[in-house]
């Protein structure tokens, strides 16, 4: 069975500066893995996926991450900050059986 | 493309009725959905995957008899909270996976559900 931690609950940032959100996935199989964002009461917005093409993703607003298969990560990152980047992100990880498992989210904080 | 919708947004009811909640996959086909359940402050849990025309599948723990879920057509899926209890509040949200696409699902906006 496949699954995701996410290394830190809470992360704040100032806006400008880089922005790292820690996952680390297992996984029997290859898997797809997925970065989600959540802004409060909305639904989830896909930032960008990895499905075994290039190891770094490129995804909206900035982001990108990069699948380490020798350290099982799958780390967000962006350069620099904005406000509106306050939400809660979602690491996934997916089987072939189509079978997504959440991280438990990482809260990201921006402050002026 | 590959549009969830779900309805309502948000629900208020009384202990002991049943609340009916929609997804629809608006532009594309969906031979799988799923339906997951979000605590406040919590990460995602999915409660049960349904293929249309079959009997869905839930996980260990999620009580069938209470969350009945019906994927009557290849754009809709039902799920129906029967007695709802003030333990039921939750925001819930369904996915979709495209019919030919693997390892991605697409989510609605999401349901709050609060029970009084």
């Known amino acids: 069975a496949q699954s995701v931690t996410q290394l830190d609950s809470h992360v704040s940032v100032s806006e400008g500066t880089p922005v790292l959100l820690r996952c680390n996935y297992s996984?029997?199989?290859?898997?797809?893995l997925f970065w989600y964002v959540q802004h409060p009461n909305k639904g989830l917005q896909l930032l960008l996926k990895?499905?075994?093409?290039?190891?770094l993703v490129k995804g909206i607003n900035g982001f990108e991450a990069e699948f380490k298969k020798s350290e099982t990560s799958f780390h967000l990152t962006k350069p620099s900050a904005h406000m509106s980047d306050a939400a809660e992100y979602f690491c996934v990880v997916s089987d072939r059986n189509n079978d997504m498992r959440f991280g438990a989210g990482t809260r990201l904080t921006v402050k002026p | 493309g590959a549009v969830v919708s779900q309805h309502p947004s948000w629900v208020i009811c009384k202990s002991g009725t049943s609340v009916k909640i929609e997804c629809r996959s608006l532009?594309?086909?969906?031979?799988?959905m799923f339906w997951y359940r979000q605590f406040p402050k919590q990460s995602l849990m999915l409660m049960a995957t349904s293929n249309e025309g079959s009997k869905a599948t839930y996980e260990q723990g999620v009580e069938k008899d209470k969350f009945l879920i019906n994927h009557a057509s290849l754009t809709l899926s039902t799920l129906t909270v029967t007695s709802a209890h003030p333990e039921d509040s939750s925001f819930y949200i369904c996915?979709?996976?495209?019919?030919?696409?693997?390892?991605?699902?697409?989510f609605g906006p999401g349901t709050r559900l609060t029970v009084l």
């Open positions: 996915s979709a996976s495209l019919a030919g696409v693997y390892n991605e699902q697409f």
């Open positions: 996984s029997s199989y290859s898997p797809s």
């Open positions: 532009d594309f086909q969906a031979t799988t």
């Open positions: 990895y499905t075994s093409a290039a190891t």
